[in-house]
């Protein structure tokens, strides 16, 4: 069973070691970033893309160019808490993915946050229907420290693999591991899978 399929909550089945809580928990790597109007906040996707070399800027003003929808899903942390049934507005990443697209043999994307925070993502993870750059939590703009103006998630997947105050991505040529996965953490993270630690890929 999915967190798509919207039983009761003493009904749901969540992923394996996660335990109920009833909002958010704040959690990351750093200050919160003083952000005055989100209008100068800006994204950049490069890398290994379909014009090599090439790099595209993005202002949030733009982002909110994009088509508007709304992804309701679990949200699931490492710590082992789950949120039931967060309602995220905002632009599906997979809608970006389209408008800068990376090269053909591109599998593993690095994605940034501010203050250089980055997390390694597979590139279908990040293209999956649900996988969305949120502006918004419940019907309200985000707040600060849940990643004010923009925040990756990605829902299958623990939080950590869609990082607050999201500035980009980095399409790659070789895999490589980000922040958390440098300190012993999944490559993957699926939460399903129960995808918490490096020892386990092997």
């Known amino acids: 069973m999915s967190d798509e399929e919207h039983l009761e909550a003493d009904q749901r089945v969540t992923p394996p070691g996660q335990r109920r809580v009833d909002e958010l928990r704040v959690r990351h790597y750093g200050p919160v970033p003083r952000v005055p109007k989100p209008e100068a906040w800006t994204m950049s996707f490069w890398g290994a893309s379909a014009v090599p070399g090439h790099r595209d800027d993005l202002t949030f003003a733009q982002l909110m160019e994009f088509p508007q929808t709304t992804v309701t899903a679990d949200f699931h942390c490492a710590g082992g808490t789950t949120v039931l049934d967060n309602v995220w507005g905002g632009v599906l990443a997979r809608d970006v993915i389209d408008a800068f697209p990376p090269a053909d043999e591109v599998e593993h994307v690095m994605v940034y946050a501010q203050y250089g925070y980055c997390a390694t993502v597979r590139l279908g993870d990040l293209a999956s229907p649900r996988a969305i750059l949120a502006t918004h ?10 990643g004010y103006p923009v925040r990756l998630v990605i829902p299958h997947l623990y939080s950590w693999k869609g990082p607050k105050w999201f500035r980009g ?13 440098e300190r012993g953490y999944h490559f993957t993270g699926d939460a399903w899978r129960e995808e918490r630690f490096s020892y386990q890929e092997h």
């Open 169 to 181: 991505w980095e399409y790659l040529d070789e895999p490589r591991r980000g922040f958390w996965e």
């Open 137 to 146: 939590h419940n019907g309200e703009p985000l707040a600060p420290e849940h």
